[in-house]
């Protein structure tokens, strides 16, 4: 739920709803017609790509005083890539990923719910016939944090939740995928994610610091 609302306000605030979507169009537009007589499996026309394995999420923050918060735990990542071969080895897409840590570490603090979410445009290219790859997207990112609140002293008490604002994210990944048939492969990537985006805690605002890393199974589709 948390990961739902934080993609429908990345969407709301940046407007780019309308055009993710008119991107996507053109680039199907320009997608090469399939060959219907090739004799190897190849990557041709509008392609989808989906991962999901674990994530390791790290987030730290300077809040002062010579102080800093550091955020880390073990998550759920799940990527959706969707986009489209401009030539034999270039594809042009569309990126979004998802982080869910339900149990991360919070300084004093345990069981806090850690999110992200990346919202990006890229590229990937394809060695073939190798089938091995890389791909990046640039985009926006937004972190979250959600746990009971604790109070430090009299007047200070961390909140039990709180959103980063739209803030700068990247997105590598680096795979390999073996052909099921023509149209449909899977393998395995590794990922990382870098952020970087402003976050206000206990009346101090500043940059909050994330950096992902992950290896997941890869199903892709064209």
């Known amino acids: 739920m948390l990961g739902r609302r934080m993609l429908s306000k990345t969407l709301a605030y940046t407007g780019w709803g309308a055009f993710l979507i008119s991107l996507l169009s053109a680039l199907c537009v320009l997608a090469p017609a399939p060959a219907s007589a090739q004799s190897e499996p190849a990557h041709l026309g509008v392609q989808m790509r989906m991962s999901a394995g674990p994530l390791y999420l ?3 923050q300077d809040v002062g005083a010579g102080q800093s918060e550091n955020i880390s735990g073990s998550a759920l990542g799940f990527a959706f890539t969707m986009g489209s071969m401009i030539s034999e080895r270039w594809s042009l897409g569309l990126d979004l990923m998802l982080g869910h840590a339900p149990s991360a570490s919070r300084g004093v603090l345990a069981s806090t719910n850690f999110s992200m979410l990346h919202v990006g445009a ?16 640039l985009g926006v990112l937004r972190s979250s944090v959600e746990a009971s609140p604790i109070r430090v002293g009299s007047n200070l008490e961390i909140p039990s939740e709180e959103v980063s604002k739209l803030g700068f994210g990247l997105h590598l990944d680096a795979g390999k995928l073996f052909w099921l048939d023509r149209r449909f492969g899977m393998g395995a990537a590794a990922s990382l994610l870098f952020g970087a985006a402003e976050n206000q805690i206990a009346g101090t605002s500043s940059v909050r610091y994330l950096v992902g890393v992950g290896v997941t199974l890869t199903l892709t589709f064209h």
């Open 58 to 60: 790290h987030a730290t």
């Open 122 to 137: 890229g590229a990937t290219y394809w060695f073939m016939p190798a089938n091995l790859y890389v791909a990046g997207s």
